[in-house]
Nanobody, 125 residues
Framework: VQLQAFGGGLVQAGGSLRLSCAAS????????LAWFRQGPGKEREFVAS????????DHADSVKGRFTISRDSAKNTMYLQMNSLKSEDTAVYYC???????????????????WGKGTLVTVSS
């Protein structure tokens, strides 16, 4: 299976972007899904997750109230709506999936089986 993140770009602080993650070779409905990011000179960090059935979601404290994760099984796509962007949100964003029924709070790096290539988000201040 291949995951691919789309939708990155350059945006001014306070602006919005929506990232998408699509899969080929496997239905996303079989995955618990998550977004991660890695900023310049930083470690990769968790951003948001959604359980396989979509019943539970989790967001990092740094993005709560600004970012929203969602999934659309019919379109085999996951999304990350990012509002009120800040310069510190500048990073390469990765989508990942774990073949697990774990709830969103447990969907972290170690639970992921497949990772997509990232998409760069640059927020200018």
């Amino acid at each position: 299976v291949q995951l691919q993140a789309f939708g990155g770009g350059l945006v001014q602080a306070g602006g919005s972007l929506r990232l998408s993650c699509a899969a080929s070779g496997r239905a996303l409905s079989t995955y618990g899904l998550a977004w991660f990011r890695q900023g310049p000179g930083k470690e990769r960090e968790f951003v948001a997750s959604v359980s396989r059935g979509g019943a539970s979601k989790d967001h990092a404290d740094s993005v709560k109230g600004r970012f929203t994760i969602s999934r659309d099984s019919a379109k085999n796509t996951m999304y990350l709506q990012m509002n009120s962007l800040k310069s510190e949100d500048t990073a390469v964003y990765y989508c990942a999936g774990g073949r697990t029924k774990l709830g969103a709070s447990a969907l972290r790096d170690r639970a992921m089986d497949d990772w997509g290539k990232g998409t760069l988000v640059t927020v200018s201040s």
